[in-house]
């Protein structure tokens, strides 16, 4: 984070309009010149009265860090100010959203609707109108044909990529409560904290509740972390020599924005922590070569070279690193892809998209989970994760490939207790080069902590 507090005011005067122009050229694309965006419903379980957690609309919480108010619209007509219709029902079962203040407030005409009627009389010609939402029966009642067209969402979504300074602003804020968290985190599992204890502690530390994270924490001891995705949070309290290592992936959200954060940790030296510390050179190394005009699948194949090297200096795999990656036994051990755009979603829209028009190019066969293959551009916002990872599906592969006589097996046991590693930063492209917005914010969360 920034020393001083970012000028949210002229930041988010400037996002607006950056934002309306972006719409208003996307809209030129279409029928309709006003747009009708729905925030979304909450949904019901089946058979039950009680609703899943709420996830606002992306396209809602572009125009206005606003996350938590269902049923309400935003109402843009060209040359009026926004309108934000309010949904204020007259419920005494819940808290009932109150008229917002801050600094972005004087930008908007903010009505309370008490139902959909209400929005429907703030239309006029349906006709002139494009819905943007989940809710679409709800455009139906409201007349308006034009529904997600695609032309409109591809336009706006291959925008998306590049953000504004407060968006960058947003993200880096993000980055700084997950940083909180993170620490928190770690003290925790040096403490010998369970996975589900030390899941509390990052949500305590970020000053988060669970359903307002942008994606549930991965927080994973020992072999666990070789399930890239791992879900589940258990309560074992691991001592001594049978503690070994801890991968958490979690992120918190600002005004909507999303951090998306890895660290892994060995609990006492050795090989595994050398791993790690390999890993980490090369993270970093990886992500100064960030620059402009290339794409990002170029990155993620020479991440595939350093993740060779790193196989072949600790002694795991005997190849040359070229003929590792030629043949594809480095996909074993970093399965997944390098990165992905980050945002308002943290895998962003539009990572595979081709221009403004749509079109993709998708994933190479070799790296099928590659989410982004776009070229590098000013203003875009990305993560940077390679991993290297003691899966045992993928192992039982590799030993039954032509390539076992390669591998150092005694080791792989040896390694296989502690999972695997991923080292997970939020980059911004600025002036041409990274800025790594993670590392900003654990630096100042340290800094925090020393002048305490
Ligand atoms: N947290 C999911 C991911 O890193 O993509
Ligand atoms: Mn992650
Ligand atoms: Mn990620």
């Given at each position: 984070m920034t020393e001083t507090s970012p000028d949210w005011l002229n930041l988010y005067a400037e996002h607006l309009q950056h934002v309306r122009a972006q719409y208003t050229h996307a809209l030129e694309?279409?029928?309709?010149?006003s747009l009708l965006i729905s925030s979304g419903s909450l949904k019901t379980a089946f058979l039950d009265d009680r609703t899943y957690p709420y996830m606002v609309n992306p396209h809602f919480k572009a125009w206005l860090p606003?996350?938590?108010?269902?049923d309400s619209f935003l109402l843009i007509k060209p040359g009026k100010k926004p309108k934000l219709l309010l949904h204020q029902p007259e419920d005494y079962w819940h808290k009932v959203a109150e008229i917002p203040t801050g600094?972005?407030?004087?930008?908007w005409d903010i009505q309370p609707i008490q139902s959909l009627k209400d929005a429907h009389n703030e239309?006029?010609?349906?006709?002139s109108f494009i819905y943007i939402g989940e809710e679409t029966k709800v455009a139906t009642e409201f007349g308006?044909?034009?529904?997600?067209?695609s032309s409109v969402l591809n336009h706006l979504h291959f925008e998306r990529a590049s953000k504004t300074p407060y968006e960058i602003a947003c993200l880096e804020a993000a980055s700084l409560t997950a940083a909180r968290g993170h620490l928190a985190a770690q003290q925790a599992f040096f403490h010998g904290a369970s996975e589900n204890e030390i899941a509390h502690q990052f949500l305590m530390a970020s000053g988060h509740?669970?359903?307002?994270?942008?994606y549930s924490s991965i927080v994973a001891l020992n072999e666990h972390?070789?399930?890239?995705?791992?879900q589940f949070y258990e309560h074992t309290r691991f001592k001594g020599t049978a503690l070994k290592s801890m991968l958490i992936d979690a992120g918190t959200s600002y005004n909507g924005y999303a951090s998306d954060i890895t660290r892994t940790y060995a609990f006492k030296p050795g090989i595994f922590a050398d791993l790690i510390d390999a890993m980490e050179r090369e993270q970093l190394a990886i992500i100064e070569e960030v620059?402009?005009?290339?794409?990002y699948a170029e990155l993620h194949g020479r991440m595939h070279l350093k993740i060779a090297d790193i196989l072949k200096t600790a002694g795991i795999v005997d190849m040359s690193p070229e003929s590792m990656v030629e043949t594809n036994v480095t996909f074993n051990f970093l399965?997944?892809?390098?990165g992905h755009l980050l945002g308002l979603?943290?895998?962003?829209?539009?990572?595979?998209?081709?221009?403004h028009e749509g079109g993709i190019k998708p994933a190479p066969d070799k790296y099928p989970a590659l989410r982004l293959t776009r070229e590098i551009t000013e203003g875009q916002v990305f993560t940077i994760e390679p991993g290297l990872y003691f899966i045992p599906m993928l192992l039982k592969k590799l030993k039954q490939?032509?390539?076992?006589?390669?591998?150092?097996w005694p080791l792989i046991e040896e390694l296989m207790p502690y999972g695997g590693i991923r080292i997970e930063d939020n980059i911004a492209v600025q002036n041409g080069s990274p800025v790594n917005l993670t590392r900003r914010a654990f630096s100042a969360v340290k800094a925090e902590a020393r002048s305490l």
């Amino acid at each position: 984070m920034t020393e001083t507090s970012p000028d949210w005011l002229n930041l988010y005067a400037e996002h607006l309009q950056h934002v309306r122009a972006q719409y208003t050229h996307a809209l030129e694309q279409s029928e309709g010149h006003s747009l009708l965006i729905s925030s979304g419903s909450l949904k019901t379980a089946f058979l039950d009265d009680r609703t899943y957690p709420y996830m606002v609309n992306p396209h809602f919480k572009a125009w206005l860090p606003v996350t938590d108010v269902p049923d309400s619209f935003l109402l843009i007509k060209p040359g009026k100010k926004p309108k934000l219709l309010l949904h204020q029902p007259e419920d005494y079962w819940h808290k009932v959203a109150e008229i917002p203040t801050g600094y972005w407030v004087e930008h908007w005409d903010i009505q309370p609707i008490q139902s959909l009627k209400d929005a429907h009389n703030e239309i006029g010609d349906p006709g002139s109108f494009i819905y943007i939402g989940e809710e679409t029966k709800v455009a139906t009642e409201f007349g308006i044909e034009a529904i997600n067209p695609s032309s409109v969402l591809n336009h706006l979504h291959f925008e998306r990529a590049s953000k504004t300074p407060y968006e960058i602003a947003c993200l880096e804020a993000a980055s700084l409560t997950a940083a909180r968290g993170h620490l928190a985190a770690q003290q925790a599992f040096f403490h010998g904290a369970s996975e589900n204890e030390i899941a509390h502690q990052f949500l305590m530390a970020s000053g988060h509740r669970e359903q307002h994270t942008p994606y549930s924490s991965i927080v994973a001891l020992n072999e666990h972390c070789a399930v890239l995705h791992y879900q589940f949070y258990e309560h074992t309290r691991f001592k001594g020599t049978a503690l070994k290592s801890m991968l958490i992936d979690a992120g918190t959200s600002y005004n909507g924005y999303a951090s998306d954060i890895t660290r892994t940790y060995a609990f006492k030296p050795g090989i595994f922590a050398d791993l790690i510390d390999a890993m980490e050179r090369e993270q970093l190394a990886i992500i100064e070569e960030v620059t402009t005009g290339i794409n990002y699948a170029e990155l993620h194949g020479r991440m595939h070279l350093k993740i060779a090297d790193i196989l072949k200096t600790a002694g795991i795999v005997d190849m040359s690193p070229e003929s590792m990656v030629e043949t594809n036994v480095t996909f074993n051990f970093l399965p997944h892809g390098l990165g992905h755009l980050l945002g308002l979603q943290v895998h962003d829209v539009a990572g595979y998209q081709l221009s403004h028009e749509g079109g993709i190019k998708p994933a190479p066969d070799k790296y099928p989970a590659l989410r982004l293959t776009r070229e590098i551009t000013e203003g875009q916002v990305f993560t940077i994760e390679p991993g290297l990872y003691f899966i045992p599906m993928l192992l039982k592969k590799l030993k039954q490939s032509v390539y076992h006589t390669a591998v150092n097996w005694p080791l792989i046991e040896e390694l296989m207790p502690y999972g695997g590693i991923r080292i997970e930063d939020n980059i911004a492209v600025q002036n041409g080069s990274p800025v790594n917005l993670t590392r900003r914010a654990f630096s100042a969360v340290k800094a925090e902590a020393r002048s305490l």
